[in-house]
């Protein structure tokens, strides 16, 4: 059969069945507060700087010697560089969408027109690989990335047919060719091979939704079922790296590369969801439940293991040694979006917010202009400002530096940024579901009638009062559905024409024939309060940390009295943080540890001091005050109190997400 080609919303992923329906760009508006002050830096200064970037290290002009025929011996970059300019291309394609910019449409036509001279007859594109004096074409599937690198192209021509449909820039057509090439290298009677790592099977799968060519999603199917079986053979880490030692309908967690496998998950839920596979969506779904309970950080963040920036085993999550990269965080969003389309549970909304304050937002600079790649919680050193003019060669680097000899962090940053929009609602038959709170506008342009269009009023994160007013009216009963997160378990409530009652983790829902001006107010909690790791959780036993709303907070050293040691600091768990002005503040005392030669010995040296408040930061924007120290979790003073059983959700909150039925309170 032939798939129906998507509509026409501007959204990066559409599926054709699941249980919500994704609202685009073209459908929300985003207007203020928080996230749209970070797409306007993202628009105005960091796809800039990404463009100076590509250009400086001479990544786009990879496409020029190619097409000249020039390229042996002067390529630059690492051998996945070509997919940093599609990432970008991406980006730039979301953001005209969002906005129109006619000289980010010139920019964004001019490197289209040196990709596409790069593209040989066949369809194949790579600067790497192919060419007089190159190594010959797919000759190095583990670690060569030729198909991710397509994978990307791909989701670049996804984002430019969905935002500019009629645009006669060629993206689109160039895709295509690379598709078809890949098929016909790798379909059931080519090649027996996949890529080590995977991004390719998210990509044909959404390039098979926007063009309605199936045969794209049977590649992507195939590459799905090849993964697991060893074809990309042994390495230093283990198949387990490239997710190639157990078929994905085996594997019951998340391992191996962080990144590689959240695009995998990502991929195997779109198959899943396209072919009506229940049993491919429920063991990733499977897999997900347990790295979130086990493997993943209070931040969100995923991966400590720095030597293969991969997943550890369960508990292991010390936070000196958090890897946590910020593409991890961007697959991880991309993964439980995809998950939340096709369930509708809200566990899948929370982790997406608790990944997108506290990973994506934390990686830029507040100007836009340089990056974390990785995102530890506890820096023990403060390090030194990067060389403004030289890319970094430590992807830990204790400051954010401009750029990495290995950049994917910043243009997938800059590329979720610019579709950020397309992550905050969904609809359903039943109605609208908000799964994150921005100020801005809503509305569902495929329902008949009226419509269903609301304004959301809101300054969250820094209050918790969700206001929502409906303005189109409408004849038929419809459901507004608010996400109530995992961690206001107490406290929350919903008023509806004046009446307030208390509303649980899950989706606070009303229903009814709703009037232009009706209007509903949701309440979160918003004291700061104290978060306790689960106790197999070994680097942090015995230590809290802070967190209010959805941000997660720490302590970093130029705030502390007397610039001593955040490492000095202990917390008194009797006493709850509270709020000074608009800064959260923890009651701490200051040990003296003795110097010693041996640094073990039979009796406890912890000699108190004096106590002492912090003020604390939001992780998100810790760093930007110049190198300090920082750590997230803080050890106690004496025992800690009781708390009950942690254990449904891990390291992440005393109250645990909830998985509730769908749009059910």
């Known amino acids: 059969m032939t798939m129906a080609p998507s509509a026409s919303t501007a959204a990066p992923v559409l599926p054709s069945r699941g249980r919500l329906r994704p609202l685009g760009l073209d459908e929300v508006r985003i207007t203020g507060g928080f996230w749209a002050e970070r797409q306007s830096v993202n628009a105005t200064a960091s796809l800039g700087h990404i463009a100076h970037w590509l250009e400086r290290a001479g990544w786009i002009r990879n496409f020029d010697l190619v097409a000249a025929g020039d390229v042996a011996g002067k390529r630059r970059g690492r051998e996945f560089s070509d997919s940093e300019v599609y990432k970008f291309l991406e980006a730039m394609a979301w953001e005209i969408g969002r906005g129109g910019d006619p000289e980010l449409e010139a920019r964004y036509r001019a490197v289209v027109h040196r990709v596409a001279r790069?593209?040989?007859?066949?369809?194949?594109?790579?600067?790497?690989?192919?060419?007089?004096?190159q190594p010959p074409r797919w000759s190095d599937l583990r670690w060569g990335h030729e198909l991710y690198c397509v994978g990307h192209l791909l989701q670049a021509a996804v984002a430019r047919a969905r935002t500019r449909p009629d645009a006669d820039d060629g993206l689109v057509a160039i895709a295509r060719r690379a598709a078809d090439n890949v098929c016909e290298t790798f379909g059931p009677d080519g090649v027996d091979g996949l890529c080590g790592h995977p991004e390719i099977e998210p990509a044909l799968v959404e390039f098979a939704r926007v063009t309605g060519?199936?045969?794209?999603?049977?590649?992507?199917?195939?590459?799905?079922?090849?993964?697991?079986?060893?074809?990309?053979?042994?390495?230093?880490?283990?198949?387990?790296?490239?997710?190639?030692?157990?078929?994905?309908?085996?594997?019951?967690?998340?391992?191996?590369?962080?990144?590689?496998?959240?695009?995998?998950?990502?991929?195997?839920?779109?198959?899943?969801?396209?072919?009506?596979?229940?049993?491919?969506?429920?063991?990733?779904?499977?897999?997900?439940?347990?790295?979130?309970?086990?493997?993943?950080?209070?931040?969100?963040?995923?991966?400590?293991?720095?030597?293969?920036?991969?997943?550890g085993e369960d508990w292991v999550l010390p936070p000196d040694r958090a890897y946590s990269e910020t593409c991890a965080g961007v697959a991880s969003v991309m993964l439980a979006w995809r998950l939340l389309l096709a369930c509708g549970d809200s566990g899948y909304a929370d982790l997406i917010e608790r990944t997108l304050f506290n990973v994506v937002s934390t990686s830029p600079a507040a100007d836009g202009r340089s990056f974390f790649y990785t995102n530890t919680l506890h820096r023990r050193e403060p390090g030194t400002v990067p060389d403004a003019d030289r890319p970094s060669i430590r992807a830990a680097a204790a400051q954010r530096a401009p750029w990495y000899e290995v950049s994917c962090c910043p243009t997938n940053v800059a590329r979720t940024?610019?579709?950020?929009?397309?992550?905050?609602?969904?609809?359903?038959?039943?109605?609208?579901?908000?799964?994150?709170?921005?100020?801005?506008?809503?509305t569902d342009r495929r329902v008949d009638g009226p419509g269903r269009r609301i304004t959301v009023a809101t300054g969250y994160p820094v209050d918790g009062e969700i206001r929502v007013r409906i303005d189109g009216a409408d004849d038929r009963p419809w459901m507004l559905a608010l996400r109530v997160p995992g961690w206001a378990e107490q406290g929350a409530t919903l008023t509806v024409d004046g009446q307030t009652r208390p509303v649980r983790p899950g989706y606070a829902t009303e229903r009814r024939v709703w009037r232009a001006g009706d209007e509903v107010v949701l309440s979160l909690p918003m004291a700061p309060r104290l978060t306790y790791p689960d106790p197999r959780i070994d680097a942090v036993r015995g230590c809290v940390a802070v967190e209010r709303g959805p941000l997660v907070y720490a302590v970093e050293s130029v705030d502390v009295p007397g610039g001593e040691s955040v490492d000095d600091l202990r917390v008194d768990p009797s006493r709850p943080p509270t709020m000074a002005g608009d800064r959260v503040v923890l009651h701490c005392v200051r040990i003296d540890p003795s110097d010693r030669d041996w640094p073990y010995h039979g009796t406890a040296d912890e000699a108190e001091r004096d106590p002492v408040e912090v003020p604390l930061v939001a992780y998100h924007a810790w760093a930007n005050r110049g190198p300090s120290t920082m750590r997230v979790w803080i050890p106690t003073s004496g025992e800690l109190p009781g708390r009950g059983d942690n254990r449904q959700l891990p390291g992440h909150e005393v109250v645990p997400v909830t998985f509730p039925p769908d749009s059910v309170t």
Do not use: C
């Open 417 to 442: 940024l610019a579709s950020l929009t397309a992550y905050v609602a969904t609809g359903d038959d039943e109605g609208l579901q908000i799964h994150q709170y921005v100020p801005g506008t809503i």
């Open 213 to 311: 060519e199936d045969r794209y999603l049977d590649q992507a199917a195939l590459f799905v079922e090849r993964r697991g079986h060893g074809r990309l053979g042994d390495v230093e880490w283990g198949r387990e790296y490239f997710q190639d030692d157990i078929p994905v309908r085996q594997a019951t967690v998340l391992r191996g590369h962080a990144v590689r496998a959240n695009y995998l998950a990502a991929g195997a839920v779109d198959v899943a969801a396209e072919t009506d596979d229940p049993g491919l969506l429920k063991a990733v779904r499977d897999q997900w439940r347990t790295a979130v309970a086990r493997r993943t950080y209070l931040t969100g963040g995923q991966g400590s293991r720095h030597q293969d920036e991969a997943f």
């Open 118 to 133: 790069a593209q040989d007859a066949d369809g194949y594109l790579n600067t790497m690989f192919g060419h007089a004096g």
